[in-house]
């Protein structure tokens, strides 16, 4: 056997990379598809595609190959892309229809690299359910101004709009938000990766009364990167946003 692999390392060798490249090709391809369908931390998801404007912020959405892809460490990235008419902005959401539980996702972006009308959302919603579409949203956006904050917690009900302003500082790159919906309570919450503890910190929290209308039966949970103003030609930095993790706890609900 040593010998026959002595007279023949060459040709082992040429095959062996010729193997490296080809797979190297084959996820390099992958990674570049943006996809319809597809399947992330076992749950099916679907690309939002349309050419026409649409919301959120009058936008196109998914007509670019980029907006929506896998890495090859099998994260979600989305990148919002220059288009003849504009830019084409990211969104996917969920096939499944979750109920009240624990949702966590982590993310990892630079969001000092965010222009001011860009719009990172992470966000439950239900469009059978109107006028609140028992939406929750963790948002990270100046939403066209210069100000310190760059992130918020909003909650839609029947007759207002809830929402809690913070600041995501600039170094924190990686970071896990929550929104957990209990019996009378929906917490939302921000965290931190800390490297040197190895351990998850808080940012901000922000506990509020479930309202009465809110049912949690029909809602697909959604992450979309959109730009409030997309006529505006110059986007300045357009930073790649990773979604490295998703996890749904259910909670059973009286």
Known sequence: MKEIIRKHKHLILV????????????????????????????????????????????????????NVVFDRNGNINLKIKKISDGYSCAEFYSDTLFSAGRFETIIKTNIKHF????????????????????????????????????AQFAMHTNNKLQVHRFLIPSK????????????????????????????????????????????FLNTRFHFNLWLTDNLNKQVGKNPKVKITSFKYTPYSIN
């Open 172 to 215: 924190k790159k990686v970071t896990k938000h929550i929104i957990d919906i209990s019996d009378h309570n929906i917490m939302i919450s921000s965290l931190f990766y800390n490297k040197k503890t190895d351990q998850y910190e808080k940012i901000e929290e922000k506990t509020l009364k479930k309202p009465e209308e809110f049912k």
């Open 15 to 66: 095959i062996f990379w010729g193997i490296t490249i080809l797979l190297g090709i084959c996820s390099k391809v992958y990674s570049q598809e943006n996809m319809k369908t597809f399947l992330f931390k076992d749950i099916m998801w679907h690309n939002k595609i349309s050419k026409e404007h649409v919301g959120p912020g009058n936008n196109i959405f998914g007509v670019h190959r980029h």
């Open 115 to 150: 222009s001011p009308q860009m719009v990172l959302g992470i966000f439950l919603y239900d469009a059978t359910a109107e006028p609140h579409y028992n939406e929750i949203d963790i948002e990270l956006a100046q939403w066209g101004n210069t100000d310190d904050n760059n």
